[in-house]
């Protein structure tokens, strides 16, 4: 069960029980616990520490120095290895050729920094925000001292938990859908951890490094590196995928403009051949 179905149970149970005391009772019942907050005075936890770290304003755009250069290729483990094959013959006979976000589908890391959309970090007490233009997909790095959970919730940009190491940020982060892929047909398994180590590498340059370890799937862990250019003047637009989004993928990965028919249509029958009197004559023959 994850922390925040628990925390729902037990709430639930205590407004039942409180429900069914008396009005004296009920003015007596202590409130339900709630969970202590987190505290840290690590650096990035403060107002004041916050003035003192990197500054990381304006909005990134993947580029310079590599840019969103091809990484080198993930050792995969045999069943894996495997399941990649399987994906490039389907890609031979025109399949998995579009990903799911061409239905509109979210990006997961370490994808979703890579975009060729900007990103932009926001520094606030306790946490940094990753805000991602495209699809409005929002990160939380936690820097308040918390443990990675041990059943997180699920979802397409993972938890992630954070701290400065001088210059760095190092984030670490876990619990993908099981939908999400590390890299073009190649997924994970639940014990997938992603690492990026975010730093500054001029005064109008960013770098992070991604290292990716599952040990399902990788045969030992997988390091990439992304550049990024800083656009001080720019800032993030409104992107709303859903509309007008003619150029989708069907279920089988391959592209279609999305008309008034399916992407597939089903073959129509054909019609049984007119009858001819003996006194027709076949065009075109």
């Not at 029980?17 to 009005?23: D, G, I, K, Q």
């Not at 031979?92 to 061409?102: S, V, W």
């Not at 994970?188 to 990716?212: F, M, V, Y």
């Not at 390091?223 to 637009?237: G, S």
């Amino acid at each position: 069960m994850t922390e925040r179905l628990r925390l729902s149970v037990l709430l639930s149970a205590a407004v039942l029980a409180t429900a069914a005391l008396s009005p004296a009772a009920q003015a007596a019942a202590p409130a339900a616990p709630m969970p202590a907050p987190y505290k840290s005075d690590a650096p990035g936890n403060s107002w004041e520490s916050i003035a003192k770290l990197p500054d990381w304003g304006g909005v990134w755009m993947p580029g310079g120095g590599g840019g969103r250069a091809r990484p080198e290729e993930a050792v995969l483990t045999p069943p894996y290895a495997a399941k990649l094959e399987a994906f490039k013959a389907a890609q031979a006979k025109g399949e998995n050729t579009q990903t799911a976000a061409a239905n509109c589908v979210q990006v997961s890391p370490p994808g979703s920094m890579r975009l060729p959309y900007p990103i932009e970090f926001l520094f606030t007490p306790g946490k940094v925000t990753v805000a991602i233009e495209t699809d409005h997909m929002m990160r939380r790095f936690f820097l308040d001292g918390r443990p990675l959970p041990e059943d997180p919730d699920l979802t397409f940009q993972g938890y992630s938990v954070a701290h400065w190491e001088g210059d760095t940020l190092v984030a670490t982060t876990i619990g993908l859908v099981k939908e999400a892929t590390i890299a073009q047909g190649i997924g994970h398994s639940d014990k997938l951890k992603i690492e990026e180590r975010i730093r500054l590498a001029g005064p109008e340059n960013l770098q992070i490094q991604t290292i990716i370890t599952d040990p399902e799937v990788l045969a030992k862990p997988w390091t990439q590196t992304t550049n990024y250019v800083r656009h001080r003047e720019w800032d993030l637009k409104e992107y709303e995928c859903h509309e007008n989004n003619h150029d989708g993928a069907d279920e089988f990965g391959r592209p279609f403009m999305k008309l008034d028919e399916p992407a597939t249509p089903a073959p129509k029958a054909k019609a049984a051949p007119a009858k001819r009197s003996s006194t027709s004559k076949a065009k075109g023959k």
